[in-house]
């Protein structure tokens, strides 16, 4: 996440480093940021029981997309892992 924040400080020409929205239209509140890379960046959070479906939000490097949660619980946490190889799965 700090990359990204660096390349967007670096492009915008901005002076000083600073927080935007990943969605400005967003009504629920982000409590939770986990990256595995700089294009796999996740967040989490909802509107802590007062409003719509919790928050998920992926950034591919590229863009924020909004998840279906499939609930209305806040999530207060989020924790990316690497995708285990199968044992019988050949190398590239």
């Not at 400005?24 to 294009?39: G, K, Q, T």
């Amino acid at each position: 996440m700090h990359r990204f924040a660096v390349a967007v400080l670096l492009i915008t020409g901005c002076s000083s480093p600073h927080w935007s929205l990943a969605q400005p239209a967003l009504d629920r509140v982000p409590l939770s940021i986990a990256e595995r890379a700089s294009d796999d960046v996740w967040a989490v959070g909802g509107a802590l029981g007062a409003g719509p479906d919790a928050l998920m939000l992926h950034f591919d490097g590229k863009a924020w997309t909004a998840l279906d949660t499939a609930t209305d619980a806040t999530l207060w946490w989020v924790h990316v892992v690497a995708a285990r190889k199968r044992i019988n799965e050949p190398s590239r």
